[in-house]
């Protein structure tokens, strides 16, 4: 089992940053493949950052591209979200997943693992 816990959440103006931490214990060494997902109320589930370290790919979400930075300090068995030039539709509950057994690195129902979330509200 795997347990993950986020925090880093919280309210922010337009254009300000945030830095989500999601730090993961349990059977989490063998972990290579972990994201970031979030969601609206009444949205469904989206990935926004996924990261590959076998390979060292990441992947990104078309609407956070250039804003948001995904990494994983293995030392700490923590990952990392960076927001910066945060905007009102960024507003969600952010999750972070773990153990990706689908092909697809950014689909929800890819991912073994979920934390219970942190919540990002921006404010125009």
């Known amino acids: 089992q795997v347990q993950l816990v986020e925090s880093g959440g919280g309210s922010v103006q337009a254009g300000g940053t945030l830095r989500l931490s999601c730090v993961g214990s349990g059977s989490y060494d063998g972990i290579v493949s972990m994201a970031w997902f979030r969601q609206a109320p009444g949205e469904e589930r989206e990935g926004v950052a996924a990261i590959y370290l076998g390979s060292g790919t990441i992947w990104y979400a078309d609407s956070v591209k250039g804003r948001f930075t995904i990494s994983r300090e293995n030392g700490k068995n923590t990952l990392y979200l960076q927001m910066n030039s945060l905007k009102p539709d960024d507003t969600a509950m952010y999750y972070c997943?773990?153990?990706?057994?689908?092909?697809?690195?950014?689909?929800?129902?890819?991912?073994?693992?979920w934390g219970q979330g942190t919540q990002v509200t921006v404010s125009s």
């Open positions: 997943a773990a153990f990706r057994t689908g092909s697809l690195p950014l689909l929800p129902t890819s991912y073994k693992y």
